[in-house]
């Protein structure tokens, strides 16, 4: 079982819909990540949260939204989002320089 | 630009046969090189990792192989099993940059 907690594993939301993707950790991780995957493609990194501060955020669309209440839990706000987003939204952790660990994903489909 | 090519793109093996995924990369400034295993609707697991200063690494029926010179790397499956049939992921990371992939391989074991 992954220690990389994600919620919901499958969401379906219309363009105007205002939803929430949610992550946890409790392996003390300081550095936690959002990857978009898209089908038969490779995770491509959105935003990195190091001791919860925004370090790293790819020119991703303002319509994701990421936040780090604490150091276990990450969210991932979604807001007017376009079918091409749908995908394969997974959550990272990992105690820097180390070894990264991945949640199972939320499936997230954009009608 | 690619920062690390990954071939083939998919790959049958019989059931005990050795499956070889091959990856390489431009960055002399990459030194940690993990392989990640990902089934279908799951997150990507890391497999096996390997730093410059060796040149193999072996983990039960998984081996990196890694080849500095030629900035090349590849792992190789012994005694293919059909639960090993999964999308292999190479990556690499160094200096400041980020965690890259290459595009993935598709491996399936017939029994």
């Known amino acids: 079982d992954t220690e990389v907690t994600q919620t919901p594993k499958h969401l379906v939301m219309g363009m105007t819909n205002k939803k929430s993707l949610k992550c946890e950790q409790h392996m003390g991780h300081r550095a936690m990540y959002w990857y978009k995957q898209k089908a038969k493609k490779p995770p491509e990194l959105m935003f990195v949260?190091?001791?919860?501060?925004?370090?790293i955020n790819e020119s991703v669309p303002s319509r994701f939204s990421p936040e780090c209440p604490n150091s276990s839990l990450l969210n991932l706000h979604l807001h007017a989002l376009q079918p091409e987003d749908s995908a394969l939204y997974l959550c990272?952790?990992?105690?820097?320089?180390?070894?990264?660990?991945f949640g199972e994903g939320s499936r997230l489909t954009v009608l | 630009q690619q920062q690390v090519k990954q071939s083939p793109q998919s790959l049958i093996v019989q059931k005990g046969g050795i499956s070889i995924i091959n990856c390489a990369y431009e960055?002399?400034?990459?030194?940690?090189f993990p392989w990640y295993q990902q089934f279908p609707g799951k997150g990507p697991a890391l497999l096996i990792a390997i730093r410059p200063d060796v040149s193999e690494k072996k983990e039960g029926r998984f081996t990196i192989s890694f080849n500095k010179s030629a900035k090349q790397f590849s792992l190789h499956i012994m005694d293919s099993q059909p639960g090993d049939s999964a999308t292999y992921f190479c990556a690499a990371q160094g200096g400041s940059e980020k965690l890259v992939f290459g595009k993935g391989t598709k491996l399936t074991v017939n029994p």
């Open positions: 960055n002399t400034a990459f030194d940690y």
């Open positions: 949260y190091s001791y919860e501060k925004l370090s």
């Open positions: 990272a952790s990992s105690q820097p320089p180390g070894e990264l660990f």
